[in-house]
């Protein structure tokens, strides 16, 4: 499967229990909160795809550059409060690059960083298809 293929379930077991997100939401996320960001962004725009490139390991630590990019062709649900749903606007969205931060532990993903740019993260994808949010 392309690694960008929708499957929560493979992606919630490589989430180690005290998983965190950081930088694509107003506020971090837990692991649930994280897999339901990916499955609501995955079904909003199902050729989503990270472009991901420069691939560095450093120890328990992996360093990523990417450049989210697809096509806003089905409903993204509301994902957290004060965030709406949104239903398919049909709108190419391609985000600014952002630097992810992947750390592990055990196997496991103990945490993301997204140095998502000020204009970036989950606000620019809501700015492109024309719902912009207001945190």
């Known amino acids: 499967q392309p690694r960008e293929a929708g499957d929560t379930q493979t992606l ?18 837990d692991e649930q ?14 050729d989503w795809r990270f472009n991901a490139r420069d691939w560095r390991e450093e120890g328990d630590r ?15 649900p509301s994902v957290m409060p004060g965030i709406p749903e949104v239903a398919a606007t049909g709108t190419h969205i391609s985000l600014p690059e952002e ?13 993301l ?12 994808f809501y700015a492109q298809i024309g719902h912009p949010l207001s945190m």
């Open 12 to 29: 919630s077991a490589l989430c180690a229990d005290d998983f965190t997100l950081t930088g694509a939401a107003p506020m971090p996320l």
């Open 62 to 76: 992996v360093y990523v550059t990417a450049q989210v990019t697809g096509t806003h062709s089905g409903v993204m």
């Open 113 to 124: 960083e997204l140095g998502a740019p000020p204009n970036g993260g989950l606000p620019a």
């Open 33 to 46: 909160a994280f897999v339901g960001l990916c499955a609501a962004t995955h079904s909003a725009t199902p």
């Open 99 to 111: 630097h992810h931060v992947y750390t592990l532990r055990d196997g496991k993903l103990v945490s």
